[in-house]
């Protein structure tokens, strides 16, 4: 439904709740937002900020009472009162029972398997004691990636664990799982949408890169460097997996193209993703728009690439904490197709998203040339 007077509540008021509410703005939605501090980047641009803890039942419960929509920006909120919502009678998208599903690494892993998607070979554990004893007993051999089951995010909760001392030094503690080491050719992500009609559109594959030291994806690139026969299958298996969990809004894929050319699906977030930043600048439909359109109900947008992409993270420099400073922003923007968005973080420190640059070119080469200039220019630092 299509209306400037409904009160879209949003869950979390970061830097993705904050260009959800840029895009809201542009049709005039009204835009209310539950976080810990109006002084979060969604503050500065939503209708309406609520102080408290998306994890809280009652803080949640409060703050959907007058809302007519809600969704999210981070998955790990109180499912119990969206549940409630719900049967209340408010439209909760992406819906609780999908979210505790995917909160959980291991609940998510064991529905690829149950829905026969191609995902690497897993076994969910109560504790990391049960793990180390899998691999005493020869079920599991070193190496191989130790998840946490809940409460991941930037590469944190993930471990990969090869010899027999990183049992004793990286090893989890907690519910975990254990996941076959992918050898991997690339990276991908691929952004579908969902409307409650069924309608399905996907983005254009992009491919990841990471930083070696933040385990934090740096360089993303767009289209992907895959032949059209990947691409065609990256996009038809994200179209399996949000119909499978016939979620409304944005899905993101994650997945590994190994070097055989086989697509596993790695992990899935039901929102707006750091994969598809780019859109912003470099398709016809901004992932942002789009998953007010799948929320909403209304006809999804062409997701055509307008021009080739690459995105980068704007990440806090190591040795800098405190106040930030970006420096050689002017160098940037003198270059033509350089688009620079800043989250309104007050405060850097190591590795922190502060930011992003989308910088787009005539071809990808001259797309990627000018992103390592961006990258050797713009800092974020601390006075
Ligand atoms: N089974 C695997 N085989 C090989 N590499 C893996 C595997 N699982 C994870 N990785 C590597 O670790 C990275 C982080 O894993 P994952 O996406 O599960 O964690 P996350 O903390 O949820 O990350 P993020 O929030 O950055 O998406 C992956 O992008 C990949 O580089
Ligand atoms: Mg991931």
Redesign the pocket.
Known sequence: MFSTTQKIGILGGGQLGKMLCLAAAEWDFKTCILDASASFPAGAVCSEFTEGDFNNYEDVMAFGADKDLITIEIEHVNTQALHDLEKAGKTVHPSPAVLNIIKDKGLQKQFYAHHGLPT?RFEVFENEKELVAAIDAGRWKLPL?Q?TRTA???????AILRTRADLDNKLLSGACLA????P?QT?LAVVAARNADGDVTVFPAVEME?HPEA???EFLLCPARISPMIEAEAEALAERVINAFGVCGLLAV?M?LTPEGDLLI??VAPRPHNSGHHTIDSAVTSQYQQHLRGICNLPLGDTSQTTPAVMINLLGEPGFKGPVFYEGVEACLAMPGVHIHLYGKALTSPYRKMGHATITGATAEEAVAKARKVQNLLKVKSL
């Open positions: 690497s990636v998840k991941g995010y930037d590469g944190k909760g993930v996941e076959a080491l992918v991997l990276e990471f385990n934090l994806v994650e590994f790695n992990e």
